[in-house]
Nanobody
């Protein structure tokens, strides 16, 4: 069993930055891949970023590449998402997720086993 709790969401102006954190508890944190997804009103949940549990290799959606950075802190059992140069289209509820079966984080939400409750990010024009 894994529990995930996101924090760090809020309201920011376009061009600003936010840092989301996801605190994990339960199974050994270092042994599962982690991902961030987001869901805007009326839209499907979409992949944002993922990080492996072995060499911390990362992957990003094209829409956030170069602006967002995912990183994990094994000592603190957290995975963070640094979001820079935010745009109004980044407005969504952001979720972190854990994949216990794969080394490298997938971009497919159905492959994740556990999810946090989500944190709202709103970017004003």
């Amino acid at each position: 069993q894994v529990q995930l709790v996101e924090s760090g969401g809020g309201l920011v102006q376009a061009g600003g930055s936010l840092r989301l954190s996801c605190a994990a508890s339960g199974r050994t944190f270092r042994r599962y891949a982690m991902g961030w997804f987001r869901q805007a009103p009326g839209k499907e949940r979409e992949f944002v970023a993922a990080i492996s549990w072995t060499d911390s290799s990362t992957s990003y959606a094209d829409s956030v590449k170069g602006r967002f950075t995912i990183a994990r802190d094994v000592a603190k059992n957290t995975v963070n998402l640094q979001m820079n140069s935010l745009k109004p289209e980044d407005t969504a509820v952001y979720y972190c997720a854990a994949d216990l079966d794969r080394v490298y984080g997938s971009s497919r939400s159905r492959e994740y086993d556990y999810w946090g409750q989500g944190t709202q990010v709103t970017v004003s024009p």
